[in-house]
């Protein structure tokens, strides 16, 4: 390992990649639901039904987006080592 790298206040790679991965994560849950549930609105409203749709894609889109935490997360401990 680099001085330079165990300088105080300096980040190493391992500890940005977790950083960033730690910020995706939520955004990577929150955008497939949102998305899901837009998509859904717009088809309800299209076709003049009730909350049908925006209930489906938004479930949808949770489940997409908890599969995606859950890849990243195995694909973060695969890295570990663990």
Known sequence: MDPEDRKPGRISGDSARAFA??????????VPMILGGGVGFLLDRWLHTKPIFMLVLGILGLGIGVREVVKAAALLDKKDGG
């Not at 730690?22 to 929150?30: C, I, K, N, Q, Y």
Request: aromatic share 20%.
């Open 21 to 30: 991965l730690a910020w995706s994560l939520p955004f990577s849950l929150v």
